[in-house]
Nanobody, 121 residues
């Protein structure tokens, strides 16, 4: 059984930092792309950041570029999202997903249950 477990969410003041983790079990994902998405109340789920299986390719939404950093540790089957200079508009449930490409994540990806990030002003 494939499982993705997100952790690291919480409540933080604006300007603060959090580090999210996405730990995979059940199989190795060293050949897949991993991404973080988020969904705020009343809004559609949106892409946040993605990383290729080698770690050499990283991709970011414009809204988080320069503030968030995605990285991975294939030896431990874990992907991280370092979030700095957080803003209230970053408040959302954050999900990690794994698939061969970012484009196929919605239709053919494995998804975690999500972790809540709340940024107070």
């Amino acid at each position: 059984q494939v499982q993705l477990l997100e952790s690291g969410g919480g409540l933080v003041q604006a300007g603060g930092s959090l580090r999210l983790s996405c730990a995979a079990s059940g199989r190795t994902f060293s050949r897949d792309t991993t991404a973080w998405f988020r969904q705020a109340p009343g809004k559609e789920r949106e892409f946040v950041a993605g990383i290729s299986w080698s770690g050499s390719g990283t991709y970011y939404a414009d809204s988080v570029k320069g503030r968030f950093t995605i990285s991975r540790d294939n030896a431990n089957n874990t992907v991280y999202l370092q979030m700095n200079t957080l803003k209230p508009e970053d408040t959302a449930v954050y999900y990690c997903a794994v698939a061969p490409t970012i484009a196929t994540m919605t239709s053919n990806g494995y998804w975690g249950q999500g972790t809540q990030v709340t940024v107070s002003s």
